[in-house]
């Protein structure tokens, strides 16, 4: 009678494993839904946004699965900055929608919310668009890859440039929210570590116009250096006024924290020249840079050549796709498609060769750039020019000391 409970137990077993693989392989498809939340209308709208909807269409086009049998539809959303309507729209779009993949989200505030969403559904998030590092640190996801830049590599490649060049009294402009919050504490960090000091900061609501205040307070401040700790149309703003108050010809610097291509245009180049600051992406770095934002200008409807953010997005889609075409297909399961996503070195022609590092963090060159004098300018988007190179294992959070606790696994 043992040997014939033996038996039943062992062929239960067999039966409930065989219905587990095949279950797993009736889920295994090729189908696709990406989601692309941003903010479409408000101060990242430029930077993001629009365009970066256009930048994940391009990857689907270019990624060649299309023709391979995969259907891979695109959804998008506007986020409006606030973390409550980031959550839903996410919310919606995995029970209702069935998307696998959320892309982008500018703004730090939201995008955290919107990871512990992803990480609860079990879905895929590709961040391009928001800063904070926390993403791969304290707050880190199995289900997140961070691709374009964070608070760590700004403040580490141009906070660190600014002091040893002389820099090493700092006041902070500060957006309240989550990214000014991390990017203010992450340079504060690299200025006190570099032998500087921060003599003072202010805090603003997020998409304000009025900054005389808080720019009379740094200008009191006497500070060597005043870190703009903000981002879109905050840093046009503030960079703008700050022209106004004549603090850059009184003796003070500007510390633009994260300036992108579409904030220099606003600003213009008579008052951005000089200003220095990082970006991991530049249209005009290379052939394949070019070849590629001549494609993606050529659609958008300002002509504008791609941010490194929407440059991130199809980047990181890239990459997903061919971790999905390696596993064969969709498992709709968020976990395993980022560590196949891991699993595969990147390689792309915006972003060049790196890795993605178990906290999720993607490893790839940062630059340090300067804005250039009208007189050098020799195009409508000739911007930047080259100051110096990060290397990608240097630019951001070395895994040592990174708080992610998927690391201690």
Known sequence: MRHTISALLLGTAMVFSAASVASAQDKMDKTVKIGALSDQSGLYADLAGPGSTLAAQMAIEDSGLKAKGWTIDLISGDHQNKPDI???????????????????VPNS???LAVNNVVKEKNGVYINSGAATSDLTNAQCSPNTVHWTYDTYMLAHATGQALVKAGG??????TADYAFGAALERDTTAVVTANG?????GVKHPLNTADFSSFLLQAQASKAKIIGLANAGGDTTNSIKQAAEFGIVKGGQKLAALLLFLTDVKAIGLETAQGLNFTET??????DQTRAFSKRFSERMKNSAPPTMVQAGVYAGLM???KALEALGGNPHDGVKVVEKMKSIPTDDPLFGKGEIQQNGRVTHNAYLFEVKKPSESKG????????GTVPGDQAFTPLDKSTCPLLKK
Do not use: C, E, S
């Not at 409508?380 to 100051?387: E, G, I, M, N, T």
């Open 319 to 321: 990459h997903y796709f």
């Open 168 to 173: 090493d009294t700092w006041f902070f402009l």
């Open 380 to 387: 409508p988007w000739d911007f930047y020019k080259l100051v």
């Open 281 to 286: 992406f530049y249209w005009d770095m290379n």
């Open 86 to 104: 980031g959550t839903t729209i996410a919310r919606q779009w995995f029970d209702v929608d069935k998307v696998d993949a959320i892309v982008d």
């Open 109 to 111: 505030g939201v995008a």
């Open 196 to 200: 500087g000091k921060v003599v003072g």
